[in-house]
C-alpha cells in the first residue's frame, strides 16, 4: 500500500552537531518528495524539496538526498541551532494523475545550546 | 506574499453536534487540499480540489464530513456528526498545481468533548 517509514521518532543532538532523518517510500513512481518543519502551534512549512530526476539537493545548512533504486531518501541538518528543535516530515507522491503526497510519521528534534 | 488563511484557530464541540472550517489558499493557487493531522502523526489528506472540482476524496469518510470550493478560491470542511475520534488539527494546503510545492496554513484545532 501507500506508505512512507520515518525514522527516528526522535534526536536529541548538542547545538553545532549534524542531523539526520531517513525515510523509505514503498510506491516506484514516487517522483517528488518534500520535507516540512512544524513548530509547535504551527502548519508545516516547506524547507526543501527534491525531484527524480536529481540525487541531492542542498540549501545552505540543509540537504536531501534520493537513492531511487533503494525507495530512499534523508534530510541532513549541519551545524545545528536551538531554533531547527522541531518536528519533521518527509513526504513522497503516490497515486498516478493527480498525485498526492503520503507522510512520514514525524521526527521530533531536539537541539541543546 | 499572504498565506494560507485559516478559521476558527480553535473548537471545541460535543460529539454529534456539527462544525465548520474556513480556508483561503494562497491567491492564484489553483490546487486546494485538506488534511486531518492526529497528534503524534504525520497529516492525512482528506481531500483535494483543483479549481473547484474534486479529484481525490477517497479517504474522505463521506457519511459524516464534506467539503466544497464553490468559486474556486475559497473551501469549507464540515463534519457532521462529530465522533470522538475527529479530534485533531484540521490543515489547509495550497499549490499553484497538482504537483507543486504544498503550502500550508496554521490549521484549526478541533477538540470533540
Known amino acids: 500500500g501507500e506508505n512512507v517509514e520515518q525514522h527516528p521518532s526522535t534526536l536529541s543532538v548538542q547545538e553545532g552537531d549534524s542531523a539526520v532523518i531517513k525515510c523509505t517510500y514503498s510506491d516506484s513512481a514516487s517522483n517528488y518528495f518534500p520535507w516540512y518543519k512544524q513548530e509547535l502551534g504551527k502548519g508545516p512549512q516547506l524547507i526543501i524539496d527534491i525531484r527524480s530526476n536529481v540525487g541531492e539537493k542542498k540549501d545552505q545548512r540543509i540537504a536531501v538526498t534520493l537513492n531511487k533504486t533503494a525507495k530512499h531518501f534523508s534530510l541532513h541538518i549541519t551545524e545545528t541551532q536551538p531554533e531547527d528543535s522541531a518536528v519533521y516530515f518527509c513526504a513522497a507522491s503516490m497515486g498516478t494523475g493527480f498525485q498526492k503526497l503520503v507522510f512520514g510519521t514525524g521526527t521530533r528534534l531536539l537541539v541543546s545550546p | 506574499e499572504a498565506g494560507v488563511a485559516q478559521s476558527p484557530r480553535y473548537k471545541i464541540i460535543e460529539k454529534r453536534q456539527s462544525v465548520a472550517f474556513w480556508c483561503n489558499p494562497i491567491?492564484?493557487?489553483?490546487?486546494l487540499y485538506w488534511y486531518q493531522q492526529i497528534l503524534g502523526q504525520g497529516p492525512k489528506l482528506l481531500i483535494q480540489f483543483q479549481n473547484n472540482g474534486v479529484v481525490d476524496d477517497s479517504q474522505l469518510p463521506k457519511d459524516r464530513f464534506s467539503a466544497e470550493r464553490l468559486k474556486g478560491v475559497d473551501s469549507t470542511l464540515k463534519i457532521q456528526p462529530a465522533k470522538l475520534e475527529d479530534s485533531a488539527v484540521y490543515l489547509c494546503?495550497?499549490?499553484?498545481?497538482?504537483?507543486?510545492?504544498?503550502?500550508f496554513g496554521d490549521g484549526t484545532r478541533l477538540s470533540i468533548l
Open positions: 494546503a495550497s499549490s499553484f498545481g497538482v504537483s507543486q510545492p504544498q503550502h
Open positions: 491567491s492564484g493557487h489553483a490546487t
